[in-house]
């Protein structure tokens, strides 16, 4: 299958990798729109966000992009979560965006 993010996932494509474990890995967005921009994907080909139905495994992806948040700190400093879906998506195989800092809060210290 002609898939970038799957020849990532079987070395195929050499990457490294910010967090990876036997289902998931994280790596950064090759053309960042902000200073942390971090892919965060099941290494299974799932398509489209509609067609992931393990609840575990979307668990799992919750669990990695909340521990990305605090050590990327981001939890305070704003942060975006994006999947693109239906079209919109320019490669098919599901990953979440974690982008940031986008933060809106203006120091007065
Ligand atoms: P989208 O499918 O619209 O969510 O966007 C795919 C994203 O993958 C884009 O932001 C690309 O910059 C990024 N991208 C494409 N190829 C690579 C790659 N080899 N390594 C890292 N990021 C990539
Ligand atoms: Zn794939």
Known sequence: MDCIFCKIAKKEILKEFIYKDQEMMVFPDINPIAPVHLLIMPKKHIVDFLDL???????K????????????????RGYKIIVNGGGAQIINHLHF?????????????
């Open 53 to 59: 139905e393990d609840n575990l495994l979307f668990g």
């Open 61 to 76: 992806l919750k669990t990695v992009i909340q521990k990305l948040i605090k050590n990327q700190k981001l939890e305070d």
């Open 97 to 109: 965006h974690l982008i940031g800092p986008l933060g809106k809060k203006v120091s007065i210290e």
